[in-house]
């Protein structure tokens, strides 16, 4: 499975827009991006996820390179439950349909 | 929409007894499963993937004869712990695939405190 690279932690203002980075930069042609967030105690939760366009829904939007070797999820305006760890992967069409999670990025939200 | 129910949220158990968890994929069918360990401040990491009808497929270094999965309908998957002991204890969670290459829906979690 190709690997992604996230910050260990990042910190937000409520109300502010949140940006965060995702590499990946040995992402193969066939590769889906997915982001999920997992808040405190609970499972993880599907946020967005893409292929070579920017896709937008009612949680967050997400940019993706023009080589796709990077991505960004954007909160557009922060809460105090957006804090969770997010998670960025990479699912090959052709793989057996497996989410191999990487140590994702640490959402603190300030109030 | 999907919901993957998972019972039980929290269980204690003594050592060397064995614990099932399930999963139930709510109004819709889940023909894959995939069932997931989380020690306190790490990333989830894949056991195995349970297909309805067949044997699991387990994850190297994961012992199949102490974490047993069954997926005997299109709606319900077990994992039971055999012969638990304090090592196993940890989060676990499940997951279902809801269509083709659209999302997954994740069970809410167990955590298996094993005394």
């Known amino acids: 499975d190709a690997k992604t690279t996230q910050p260990n932690s990042m910190e937000s203002n409520e109300e502010e827009p949140v940006h965060l980075p995702c590499n990946h930069s040995?992402?193969?042609?066939?590769?889906?991006i997915h982001w999920y967030r997992q808040l405190p105690s609970q499972g993880p939760e599907y946020v967005i996820h893409g292929l070579t366009s920017n896709v937008n829904n009612r949680m967050a939007s997400l940019a993706i390179a023009e080589d796709r070797k990077s991505s960004t999820l954007i909160l557009h305006r922060a809460t105090l439950r957006d804090a969770a760890v997010y998670y960025c992967?990479?699912?090959?069409?052709?793989?057996?349909?497996?989410?191999?999670f990487g140590s994702g990025t640490r959402l603190l939200v300030r109030p | 929409g999907a919901v993957v129910s998972q019972h039980p949220s929290r269980v204690i158990c003594k050592s060397g007894t064995s614990v099932k968890i399930e999963c139930r994929s709510l109004d819709f069918q889940a023909t894959t499963m995939f069932w997931y360990r989380q020690f306190p401040k790490q990333s989830l990491m894949l056991m195995a993937t349970?297909?309805?009808?067949?044997?699991?497929?387990?994850e190297q270094g994961v012992e199949k004869d102490k974490f047993l999965i069954n997926h005997a309908s299109l709606t319900l998957s077990t994992l039971t712990v055999t012969s638990a002991h304090p090592e196993d204890s940890s989060f676990y969670i499940c997951?279902?695939?809801?269509?083709?290459?659209?999302?997954?829906?994740f069970g809410s979690g167990t955590r298996l405190t094993v005394v």
């Open positions: 997951s279902a695939r809801t269509y083709p290459n659209y999302g997954y829906t």
């Open positions: 040995t992402i193969s042609g066939t590769d889906y």
């Open positions: 349970s297909n309805e009808g067949s044997k699991a497929t387990y």
């Open positions: 992967i990479l699912r090959d069409l052709d793989s057996s349909y497996k989410l191999i």
